[in-house]
């Protein structure tokens, strides 16, 4: 027994278990890249553009109740939002003198009238959209404040200028912490990471892994192997399939050692009588033309039967190939069954056979002639060589509304139930087979591929001691 060879391409190289454990790291490593981009690089901005945002918000909610002229209804609005938001707020006239002004947190910038609110303002007017927004740092306390302002009211002329301050919490410290929390939890993970997807890829591989073992001893020949799919549902059905797949192995080496048995049983046979017969002519007969030509047709019949099974072994190599293509082409049924029942004649009248034909209104069909006729030669060929002692052949010919229905039934033996599941399958011979039935085990074999070909139905009814009825189903039928 050869050793089994592992085909590796270039990808098959790298183990199951190496991919499942380097996919899971990846995706950890991606996560936690994304992680510290977002929260230490991208932090400072975030969080100063949401506090930009909120601001403009603010101010926004300020200049609708600034125009809505109601004073009360105005200093609650700016009480409010510079609460709830944590900001000084001061509103100044057109020329930028304080109308009012509201602050939450202690180290504001605006809230007295000075040369820099009055810069401010100036670049308020000076803007496009009216709106500025600053980051300064406070000068006493060295804090990073965010100053914002816009106009309120018309472009030209408006009616005063609101500003507002707030602080913005230093994100370096923050960021520092989140780091080193940062740090902390990629080391945890990523240990975490590589042990979970260690036990994950082990438990991932471990039925393929015995699953290979099992296969590579099945390969070797070994049909007891048994396929273990425990661990999830894709193992179990790998392990079905192969143990699917090693019953019909076992069941075809069987076959394939019947075979033999029978083959080389049948070819020895006629082999020697061949061998006998030939010896004898030279011998002996070569000179007494009677037993001469008895003993030829001894030869003759014995070659028949060679060549029967060798074209048997053919037919059935070739079809099983896939090599074979039908050629359709439309005949009619009764007429082609009659025909091939006329070929029986010179059988049926020098052994008594009788074979009884029942046809239908003649219809045309469209499926390979060859084939057809072979699968009903080899039918009544069986029915003839397995009847019982009336020697009584029926052959049915069942038109229905969709197709012919090709019925031929003996009065044989009948086959057991056990069996009729083998009858078709290749090779396999009744063991109380006689030898003067001439068969090869194949011609049912032939007669399913030819009907699986034309996806025909087919079947066979049997009942012990009274006979057997083989059908097909003709489904290609040209409508009237
Ligand atoms: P062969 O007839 O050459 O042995 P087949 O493939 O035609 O091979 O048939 C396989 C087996 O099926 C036969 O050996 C026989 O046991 C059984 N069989 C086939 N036809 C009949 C039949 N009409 N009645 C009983 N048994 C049959």
């Not at 601001?55 to 300020?62: C, K, L, P, Q």
């Not at 661990?231 to 076959?255: C, I």
């Not at 006998?276 to 009677?290: C, F, Q, T, W």
């Not at 029967?308 to 009619?332: A, C, H, I, T, Y």
């Given at each position: 027994?050869?050793?089994?060879?592992?085909?590796?391409?270039?990808?098959?190289?790298?183990?199951?278990?190496?991919?499942?454990?380097?996919?899971?790291?990846?995706?950890?490593?991606?996560?936690?890249?994304?992680?510290?981009?977002?929260?230490?690089?991208?932090?400072?901005?975030?969080?100063?553009?949401?506090?930009?945002?909120?601001?403009?918000?603010?101010?926004?909610?300020?200049?609708?109740?600034?125009?809505?002229?109601?004073?009360?209804?105005?200093?609650?609005?700016?009480?409010?939002?510079?609460?709830?938001?944590?900001?000084?707020?001061?509103?100044?006239?057109r020329?930028g003198?304080?109308?009012?002004?509201?602050?939450?947190?202690?180290?504001?910038?605006?809230?007295?009238?000075?040369?820099?609110n009055a810069d401010l303002i100036e670049k308020i007017k000076n803007s496009e959209d009216g709106i500025i927004k600053k980051?300064?740092?406070?000068?006493?306390?060295?804090?990073?404040?965010?100053?914002?302002g816009m106009r309120?009211?018309?472009a030209i002329e408006p009616?005063?200028f609101?500003?507002?301050?707030?602080?913005?919490?230093?994100?370096?410290?923050?960021?520092?912490?989140?780091?080193?929390?940062?740090?902390?939890?990629?080391?945890?993970?990523?240990?975490?990471?590589?042990?979970?997807?260690?036990?994950?890829?082990?438990?991932?591989?471990?039925?393929?892994?015995?699953?290979?073992?099992?296969?590579?001893?099945?390969?070797?020949?070994?049909?007891?192997?048994?396929?273990?799919?425990?661990?999830?549902?894709?193992?179990?059905?790998?392990?079905?399939?192969?143990?699917?797949?090693?019953?019909?192995?076992?069941?075809?080496?069987?076959?394939?050692?019947?075979?033999?048995?029978?083959?080389?049983?049948?070819?020895?046979?006629?082999?020697?009588?061949?061998?006998?017969?030939?010896?004898?002519?030279?011998?002996?007969?070569?000179?007494?033309?009677?037993?001469?030509?008895?003993?030829?047709?001894?030869?003759?019949?014995?070659?028949?039967?060679?060549?029967?099974?060798?074209?048997?072994?053919?037919?059935?190599?070739?079809?099983?190939?896939?090599?074979?293509?039908?050629?359709?082409?439309?005949?009619?049924?009764?007429?082609?069954?009659?025909?091939?029942?006329?070929?029986?004649?010179?059988?049926?009248?020098?052994?008594?056979?009788?074979?009884?034909?029942?046809?239908?209104?003649?219809?045309?069909?469209?499926?390979?002639?060859?084939?057809?006729?072979?699968?009903?030669?080899?039918?009544?060929?069986?029915?003839?060589?397995?009847?019982?002692?009336?020697?009584?052949?029926?052959?049915?010919?069942?038109?229905?509304?969709?197709?012919?229905?090709?019925?031929?039934?003996?009065?044989?033996?009948?086959?057991?139930?056990?069996?009729?599941?083998?009858?078709?399958?290749?090779?396999?011979?009744?063991?109380?087979?006689?030898?003067?039935?001439?068969?090869?085990?194949?011609?049912?074999?032939?007669?399913?591929?030819?009907?699986?070909?034309?996806?025909?139905?087919?079947?066979?009814?049997?009942?012990?001691?009274?006979?057997?009825?083989?059908?097909?189903?003709?489904?290609?039928?040209?409508?009237?």
């Amino acid at each position: 027994m050869k050793p089994i060879k592992h085909f590796k391409s270039a990808n098959s190289r790298i183990s199951l278990k190496f991919k499942i454990w380097l996919y899971f790291i990846i995706f950890t490593v991606i996560v936690f890249a994304l992680l510290w981009i977002f929260q230490i690089f991208f932090l400072e901005r975030f969080y100063k553009g949401m506090k930009a945002r909120t601001a403009v918000e603010s101010m926004n909610t300020i200049a609708e109740s600034f125009m809505n002229d109601n004073k009360e209804e105005f200093y609650r609005t700016v009480n409010d939002v510079a609460h709830d938001n944590e900001l000084c707020v001061l509103v100044t006239d057109r020329y930028g003198r304080q109308i009012y002004k509201r602050h939450v947190i202690g180290d504001c910038i605006i809230h007295n009238l000075n040369n820099e609110n009055a810069d401010l303002i100036e670049k308020i007017k000076n803007s496009e959209d009216g709106i500025i927004k600053k980051m300064p740092k406070n000068r006493n306390t060295g804090n990073p404040m965010l100053v914002c302002g816009m106009r309120l009211g018309p472009a030209i002329e408006p009616y005063g200028f609101l500003l507002i301050n707030s602080a913005l919490a230093p994100v370096e410290a923050t960021v520092a912490i989140i780091k080193r929390q940062l740090m902390i939890i990629t080391v945890i993970l990523v240990i975490l990471a590589f042990l979970i997807s260690l036990y994950l890829a082990r438990r991932i591989a471990k039925p393929i892994d015995r699953i290979t073992k099992s296969a590579e001893k099945l390969a070797k020949g070994d049909f007891t192997a048994k396929f273990d799919g425990r661990g999830y549902l894709e193992a179990k059905k790998l392990a079905d399939t192969l143990t699917y797949a090693e019953k019909e192995l076992s069941k075809v080496d069987m076959m394939q050692r019947d075979l033999i048995a029978n083959v080389s049983h049948d070819l020895r046979t006629p082999l020697t009588m061949l061998k006998a017969y030939a010896e004898m002519i030279r011998d002996l007969s070569g000179d007494n033309p009677v037993k001469r030509n008895e003993h030829l047709e001894i030869i003759i019949s014995e070659t028949d039967r060679l060549a029967l099974l060798v074209n048997d072994m053919l037919d059935l190599s070739k079809l099983e190939s896939g090599r074979q293509k039908l050629e359709p082409s439309e005949f009619g049924i009764s007429g082609k069954l009659s025909e091939i029942i006329d070929r029986f004649k010179g059988l049926s009248d020098k052994n008594g056979y009788h074979i009884q034909f029942t046809p239908d209104e003649e219809r045309i069909v469209c499926c390979d002639v060859v084939k057809i006729e072979q699968v009903i030669y080899n039918l009544i060929n069986n029915a003839i060589n397995y009847t019982g002692k009336d020697k009584n052949v029926f052959v049915r010919q069942i038109n229905t509304e969709d197709g012919v229905l090709v019925e031929v039934e003996d009065t044989g033996d009948g086959i057991e139930k056990d069996k009729i599941k083998l009858i078709f399958d290749k090779y396999y011979r009744s063991e109380n087979h006689k030898r003067e039935v001439v068969g090869t085990g194949l011609g049912l074999s032939i007669v399913k591929a030819v009907l699986k070909l034309h996806n025909y139905d087919y079947g066979v009814r049997s009942t012990i001691g009274k006979g057997s009825t083989f059908w097909f189903r003709i489904s290609d039928v040209k409508k009237q």
